[in-house]
């Protein structure tokens, strides 16, 4: 199968930087997504690679390594509204379908 | 604000009741999604549809009836649901279906099910 994994749970202190790390099976897969989704909300698009190296937009950066199967989204200057979950998605040749990760709840503390 | 709207926001539904999610999007947008979501887990695919016709349904119940009336609109109806069907069922809309051009998904807010 095409599997996607990422951490379940992570926390982290306001002011912050954390990084959420994302695996998945190299064969099969274009480029990768990154979701954010607040409780109770739909998700939102953040960013989107596929050549590898590392994109930033504001305090938001995502990295991607093709060929280690590798991607991960950095957070700085963290803030309270920043908790939420956050989603990897690999688009994938085979299907034609995206295929999330299962997800990485962040807790932001003050 | 999203740009993809979803009615109802809220729904109860007894297990014998027939009832219809909407979904809208006037952003051009060719390919259209139905996403199951339970809690703390990533949304699971129901269906697509690209250009109006419909190209994956993962082998979604047939108590689960998708509709594409035009390319701004995507229907799902209910009938004869079970408490196990509860969840959020997101839609979603895209440039294309393909997914090998960075196309990213736009969401909307989701319909709360909750299936008595």
């Not at chain 1, 951490?7 to 997504?33: D, H, K, R, W």
């Not at chain 1, 937009?57 to 991960?72: A, D, E, V």
């Not at chain 2, 199951?36 to 699971?44: C, D, H, N, S, T």
Request: charged content about 20%; overall charge neutral.
């Amino acid at each position: 199968g095409q599997n996607i994994d990422q951490p379940t749970e992570m926390t982290a202190t306001e002011g912050a930087i954390v990084q959420i790390n994302c695996t998945y099976q190299t064969s099969g897969f274009n480029g990768l997504f990154w979701y954010q989704q607040h409780a109770g909300e739909a998700p939102t698009f953040l960013s989107y690679n596929v050549l590898d190296g590392l994109e930033e937009k504001g305090r938001f950066s995502s990295f991607l390594s093709r060929s280690k199967g590798y991607s991960y989204l950095l957070l700085k200057e963290l803030q309270m509204k920043d908790s939420a979950s956050y989603l990897c998605a690999g688009e994938s040749y085979n299907t034609d379908k995206l295929i999330f990760g299962t997800g990485t709840r962040l807790q932001v503390f003050p | 604000d999203t740009e993809v709207t979803q009615t109802p926001k809220h729904l109860v539904m007894g297990m014998t009741n027939k009832k219809s999610l909407k979904c809208e999007q006037h952003m051009g947008h060719r390919a259209m999604y139905w996403y199951k979501q339970k809690a703390k887990k990533p949304p699971e695919l129901m269906f697509v549809y690209s250009y109006e016709k419909l190209s994956i349904n993962e082998s979604v119940p047939s108590r689960f009836s998708p509709e594409c009336p035009n390319s701004s609109l995507l229907n799902l109806h209910l009938h004869a649901l079970q408490p196990e069907d509860s969840a959020l069922y997101l839609c979603a809309s895209s440039q294309d279906q393909a997914q090998t051009g960075g196309s990213p998904l736009h969401f909307g807010n989701g319909t709360r099910l909750t299936v008595t």
